[in-house]
């Protein structure tokens, strides 16, 4: 069977942080597709990946390629952020063409049964991960028979919703066929700007789930958390070596939760790089809590530019509360290491997390500004889906309906008056970080060729936007 995977046209900066800018940024080649794509492939099946935003396609754009296409199945790929989007394509593609199309991605898996139940177009929905239910799934629509028996799909059976429960998960990750990156043309993304260094790009993902698990405010902690899994580094580097080799991808951009988790596995995953002699750049997320000297040593020196931070607060109380598992201080020494092996360190913080006061959050901004980190982002708590703080807040009648952007507030915590104050302390936070003199000049002094000052230039818009104009 011929399935095209699809993910719905949305203007991510625009409707997650109210930005209208002309360039087309913010976009990442959609890896999970790709993966999703391979395993269709190794199935006997033929894959194809419409990536909706960066091909410049609104609605009817897709519809007129999948007439052209001609696909046996359509499935889509959506965000909480993009649902809305997502199910208006999917109004629109059942409109006009009679063929099955289908829900994937954690969206999907939230709210199984309700999204059914809702929209009388959808026609199944995958429930989990989904590489070793799809092949079945196609077998099962190419040979004419039902669902019944094939676990992470939840399905109509006449007038009857019947779900199958989670599918089952891929225990070693080096079972997985590599990625389908024919499917994807890299020159048409573009990451935010002062994000990555080199052009073209991609993302990658070398686990799946959260080492930690803990934090109260996250869904990869909640109810429908993943299990841990990892790839060896033989196979990431396997992997890494033919994006490189031939597809010219310059900087990989690593998604996992904790990439900077296990000294041992980051050490060789380092050697590997050197010893196969691939010339690239990269990036990484890390945990204060995690990360060693020695661990951060090896991979700056392994072509590591960047580590990314879920910092989340600057007062102790606030992290013990979410269960962030890291103390202000092993946070600093963290900053400190990574400054010290020569790359950025970004940090992310979630204001307005239950038990945020005004004055707590200018602290927060302070932390950021006392340990030099390179660059930060401040967003507003939205409550995810089965984190447990989630739970909390639907008991108290605190959970907002839509999801209006990731700088727009919409939770307010007992120690915010109202929206207004959450606004305003978010737009304190980022003058009292980006707009310091001694800032500016630390940046102006890393400009070195035209393509930086560009991107300074739209990395300012974005920020002066978000700073002066919530």
Same mark, same amino acid.
């Given at each position: 069977m011929k399935i095209t995977f699809v993910t719905a046209p949305y203007d #991510? #900066? %625009?409707n997650a942080y109210g930005v209208k800018r002309k360039v087309k940024y913010g976009y990442?080649? *959609?890896?999970?597709l790709a993966v999703l794509a391979a395993c269709c492939r190794a199935g006997g099946h033929t894959p194809e990946i419409v990536d909706s935003s960066p091909l410049g396609y609104g609605n009817r754009e897709v519809i007129e390629h999948l007439k052209k296409s001609r696909p046996d199945v359509v499935g889509l790929q959506s965000t909480f952020a993009a649902k809305e989007q997502t199910l208006q394509l999917l109004r629109e593609i059942k409109s006009e063409l009679k063929i099955p199309v289908f829900l994937g991605g954690w969206f999907a898996t939230s709210f199984q049964e309700n999204l059914l139940k809702e929209n009388p177009e959808l026609d199944f929905v995958f429930v989990g991960e989904a590489e070793k239910t799809i092949v079945s799934v196609l077998d @099962?629509?190419?040979? $004419? !028979?039902?669902?019944?028996? #094939? !676990?992470?799909?939840c399905y109509r059976k006449g007038n009857l919703i019947k779900n199958n429960g989670f599918g089952e998960i891929v225990e070693n990750l080096d079972d997985l066929p590599l990625p389908a990156w024919d499917l994807i043309n890299f020159n048409l993304y573009r990451s935010l700007p002062l994000q990555t260094k080199k052009f073209p790009h991609a993302p990658y993902l070398s686990s799946r789930g959260c080492p930690y698990s803990q934090c109260t405010f996250c869904f990869e902690s909640g109810k429908a958390k993943p299990k841990y899994r990892r790839h060896s580094p033989e196979r990431v580097v396997k992997d890494i070596k033919e994006l490189v080799e031939k597809y010219g991808i310059k900087e990989i951009a690593f998604w996992d939760d904790i990439f900077m988790v296990n000294e041992n596995w980051v050490l060789r995953f380092c050697e590997l790089l050197k010893q196969e002699n691939i010339s690239l750049v990269w990036q990484a997320y890390g945990h204060a809590s995690f990360v060693t000297q020695k661990m951060l040593k090896a991979a700056a020196e392994a072509g590591?530019?960047?580590?990314?931070?879920g910092f989340e607060s600057g007062n102790q109380d606030i992290?013990? !509360?979410? &269960?962030? $598992? @890291?103390?202000? =201080? %092993?946070m600093s020494r963290a900053a400190k290491w990574t400054r010290e092996a020569g790359m950025d360190t970004r940090g992310s913080f979630v204001m307005a997390l239950p038990g945020e006061t005004p004055e707590k959050a200018m602290k927060t901004a302070q932390w950021a500004v006392d340990n030099d980190l390179t660059f930060v982002q401040f967003l507003p708590y939205f409550p995810e889906y089965g984190a447990a703080i989630y739970e909390e807040l639907v008991k =108290?009648? &605190? #959970? *907002?309906?839509t999801y209006e952007g990731r700088t727009t507030p919409q939770y307010i915590p007992d120690g915010y008056k109202d929206n207004e104050e959450v606004k305003e302390t978010l737009k304190k936070m980022y003058r009292k970080f980006y707009f310091r003199p001694g800032y500016v000049l630390k940046h102006i002094k890393r400009i070195k060729r035209f393509s930086d000052i560009k991107q300074y230039y739209e990395a300012l818009m974005h920020t002066a936007k978000i700073a002066f104009k919530i």
């Open positions: #991510i #900066i %625009q990442w080649a *959609p890896f999970s @099962a629509l190419e040979k $004419g !028979r039902g669902f019944d028996g #094939i !676990r992470g799909v590591c530019w960047n580590v990314f931070y992290l013990d !509360r979410v &269960k962030k $598992g @890291a103390t202000l =201080e %092993q =108290e009648g &605190k #959970i *907002p309906e």
